[in-house]
């Protein structure tokens, strides 16, 4: 039986963030994620989880200044120490909340520094996080992100995923494969998920074009979330969408599955 988390940046807008959990569990969810936790209190957001039954899924590391366009800092020479503070406060808010997993951001390509040094710092970045995270029984993922929505950034394609997951050679390093980015960026959905299940942790999901709930686009979810089933994948999948015309009235693809 697959297994579907709301994720509360983009689904049950309608609320004030802390509201929103209720709603999830109402709506039949058991499990949320968000983009960051930061800006709230460890006790305010496990009083949330327990109050509603929930599981803390995933959330990501400190990405550095969002509001000025950053994208996270891991493939950034010269914000390594930054970094790493930003891995000890994302451990804390996930062994605080039980949350199993946590997503590190590539970062956007700074200008003027070559792609090896990128690289180089990216694995490295990668290396020392997978080995803290493992310490506190956290897995760590990454995942590649669709050049149009998000030009320049570091990661883009599930082939290069792999390749540094290899390079890192870290069991605890694991790839979040988003079906909404990698349907933009090379198709070819289910012979790619088949090749790679192992080395995927988490999956998240939005239609295309528009990023809406499935369903409103070209991708056939009904035909991935049986070969999902059928694969055998035990994971959560992120409804990481925006939904068209209010989060509950846009739930009815997730019938079969939600716990009402």
Known sequence: MLRFNANLSMMFNEHNFLDR???AARAGFQGVEFLFPYSHSISDLKEALEANQLAQVLFNLPPGDWEKGERGM???PNRQNEFREGVEIALEYATGLG????????????EGVPMDALSETYVENLRFAAELCEQKNVRLLIEAINSRDMPGYFLSKSAQAISVIEKVGSSNLLFQYDIYHMQIMEG???????????RIAHFQIADNPGRHEPGTGEINYPFIFSKLDELGYNGWIGCEYRPIAGTVEGLNWASNWLNK
């Open 188 to 198: 070819d959905l289910i012979s790619t998920i088949t090749e790679i299940l192992s």
């Open 21 to 23: 959990f209720g709603a």
């Open 99 to 110: 949350c199993q997993q946590i997503h590190v951001m590539a970062g956007i390509k700074p």
């Open 74 to 76: 891991c493939c950034h």
